[in-house]
């Protein structure tokens, strides 16, 4: 009888000696990557031979597990993933190079980029992609000239010129105003209000323009009458409706 209780204390000894605290035991977590930083090294431009399209280009990032890119052009909405094994070298480092449709001709688009993991999602790089078309000429301005019956009409050249190219050459580079190898074609269209009759014309091919004031003049018009002009710019890409510029010329009293 001595001896199995002696077995027995020795026994629950041993077993005293191997238990461990489970607070101990539990394997402890590893902890959660930190939120990759903002991309760096972005650009966007319409894709070269695919302008309906546009190239975003970014440098790899730390901790990045995948890429969003969202794209909207005021309407609709839509976000891709770019996952991080997507990368190429570029000069031995890991870069990204990933389009987006951009089909509209006369929408801007815009684009965020962000980097995301496990623990969320950077802030993103904003981007806005212009119109393939010109924007419409700026600081217009009407007045009669130095008779009753003279229109004279002023303005300054757009603040976009849109991009080269054309929908059978597709190729898209954006035209530099002070350096222009596009022409910029501007169709003026005077409206007699009355009737709504256009009543005369001008055109302007202008390859350089960036700075200063252009006038047109129109002449045999009635002081009685009121007049607009409608002025249409157009590239390469042509025109667009939502980019028509109206200038009142007031009738006389």
Known sequence: ?????????????????????????????????????????????RAYMS?????????????????????????TSNTYSVPSSAYYLAQGYKAFAFRVPTPDKCSTYKISLAARNESGVSKPVLMTEKTL??????????????????????????????????PVRGTAWPDDPVNATGTLNVK?????????????????AVGKWYTGVRTQNFFG?????????????????GSCSRQVGKILLPRLP
């Open 51 to 75: 302008p309906m399209e546009t190239e975003i280009r970014w440098a790899s990032m730390p901790r990045a597990t995948s890429y969003d890119v969202t794209v909207t052009d005021g309407t």
């Open 188 to 204: 003026l269209e005077l409206v007699r209000m009355v009737d709504n009759k256009v009543v005369q014309t001008a055109n302007w």
């Open 221 to 237: 018009l009635e002081a009685k009458r009121a007049y607009v002009l409608k002025v249409t710019t157009a590239n390469g890409w």
């Open 1 to 45: 009888m001595k001896l199995t209780r002696t077995i027995a204390a020795l026994s629950l000894s041993l077993l005293g000696s191997l238990a461990v605290p489970l607070s101990a035991s539990a394997a402890v977590a590893p902890p959660a990557p930190e939120v990759p930083p903002t991309p760096v090294g972005v650009h966007q431009g």
């Open 133 to 166: 078309a010109p924007t419409i000429v700026t600081k217009a301005s009407a007045t009669r000239g130095s008779a009753p019956t003279i229109g004279k009409f002023t303005m300054s050249a757009p603040h976009w010129r849109g991009y080269l190219g054309d």
